[in-house]
């Protein structure tokens, strides 16, 4: 498991610690905000259009493969830009680097579920999630301190030996889990599928989780600074929020395995925490950002090892790759939604309805969740 859990940190650290850095130390190649924008982009579409795709493959071909030519092809890109030093190869490098982690990201979390009994897949993923937030949480700390040592070219430097390491070690370390035999399935089949509740509320609560912890991420700071906070306590924010959604998700996991929680009731309480959370960061001043830091981070991370656990379950095994990177695509979507939602509402209203809004998306669903089980029980 330990190559699986290094993996999930290799494409936390490789999304984050590089884009932290590229606003402000990729001189000649960010010649604007739109490029910046582009380049920040670029990843996160290569996953949204691929993760799916590489999903798919790895069931027909196996996992293993997947995660170890991704990896391969990360470290690949990666020292592209190492090489060649121009603006040009630092797009072809990023664009590289998300159709990699599109890859071995959700082949990574096939194996997770493939690798473990159901009894165990809470404590699997929460282990999982708890070392990918440490890369997104070390990501842009690590990043800056690489390129202040040695520039840009060292941080992608150093991306493409993660990734290389990785890989060796899943080649060594990780078992070969051949594809399972499976009926053949139409185009209708999968939208059935995809379609079915077992499918849409995991992956629905996984892409809120993903929304709340990039509006925090994005927008705590924007409040702390309105407040008059300095950066040390507006980045001190956002530290506890990544903390929190770290060692939260480990203790959901075997508080899953050991019957302590349900997927439904510790993914409806993880919402609830989360909305609670936005609604702390409407308050004004330190406290309120603080307790917002604390609910969205502790409410992600009670919510994604149980929406992939609950994904695992009820997903036959022979497919879980294609589940795995449909439900990959949620997240991203929810990456890139949330925080559009708020600085839609934002710039025509404030910052403190935007964070109501995406509350209230987010408590709408287990709102009409409830109210659905009740007329079907009436």
């Known amino acids: 498991m330990w190559p699986l859990y290094a993996a999930g940190f290799t494409t936390a650290f490789g999304v984050h610690g590089i884009?932290?850095?590229?606003?402000g130390h990729a001189e000649g190649a960010v010649t604007s905000l739109l490029v910046l924008g582009g380049l920040l982009t670029l990843y996160d579409g290569a996953e949204v259009l691929l993760k799916p795709v590489f999903g798919t493959l790895a069931d027909r071909v196996g996992a293993r493969p997947v995660l170890l030519g991704g990896l391969v092809a990360f470290s690949a890109a990666s020292a592209l830009y190492v090489v060649a030093d121009?603006?040009?190869?630092?797009?072809?490098?990023?664009?590289?680097?998300?159709?990699?982690?599109?890859?071995?990201?959700?082949?990574?979390?096939?194996?997770?579920a493939r690798l473990n009994p159901a009894a165990k897949h809470g404590r699997a993923f929460g282990s999982y999630g708890f070392y990918k937030s440490i890369g997104y949480t070390l990501g842009p700390l690590l990043g800056g301190v690489l390129v202040w040592a040695g520039g840009?070219?060292?941080?992608?430097?150093v991306t493409a030996v993660l990734g290389a390491a990785v890989a060796a070690w899943a080649a060594r370390a990780v078992p070969g889990v051949p594809p399972l035999p499976k009926d053949r399935q139409t185009v209708l089949d999968l939208a059935r599928r995809l379609a079915d509740p077992a499918f849409l509320a995991p992956t629905a609560a996984l892409a809120a989780a993903t929304a709340a912890l990039s509006v925090g991420v994005g927008f705590l700071p924007v409040s702390g600074r309105a407040a008059g906070l300095g950066t040390v306590a507006t980045g001190a924010a956002v530290s506890v929020l990544a903390a929190c959604a770290a060692v939260v998700q480990p203790r959901a996991g075997r508080a899953l395995d050991h019957g302590r929680l349900t997927t439904?009731?510790?993914?409806?309480?993880?919402?609830?925490?989360?909305?609670?959370?936005?609604?702390?960061?409407?308050?004004?001043?330190?406290?309120?950002?603080?307790?917002?830091?604390?609910?969205?981070?502790a409410g992600t991370g009670l919510i994604t090892p149980l929406g992939f656990a609950a994904l695992a379950s009820s997903t036959p095994q022979e497919r879980l790759g294609q589940t795995m990177g449909a439900a990959e695509l949620g997240r991203e979507?929810?990456?890139?939604?949330?925080?559009?939602?708020?600085?839609?509402?934002?710039s025509l209203t404030t910052l403190t309805?935007?964070?109501?809004?995406?509350?209230?998306?987010?408590v709408l669903g287990p709102v009409l969740s409830t109210v659905r089980r009740r007329l079907a029980a009436g």
């Open 333 to 346: 979507l929810g990456d890139a939604g949330g925080p559009l939602l708020v600085a839609v509402v934002a």
């Open 86 to 112: 121009r603006p040009g190869w630092l797009w072809a490098a990023r664009l590289g680097q998300g159709a990699a982690a599109s890859a071995f990201s959700p082949s990574a979390s096939a194996l997770v």
């Open 264 to 297: 439904r009731s510790g993914i409806t309480a993880g919402l609830a925490l989360t909305a609670g959370g936005l609604g702390c960061a409407m308050l004004p001043g330190l406290a309120g950002i603080l307790a917002g830091a604390v609910l969205i981070g």
């Open 353 to 362: 309805h935007g964070y109501a809004v995406l509350a209230a998306v987010i």
């Open 19 to 23: 884009a932290a850095s590229l606003g």
């Open 152 to 157: 840009l070219r060292l941080l992608f430097a």
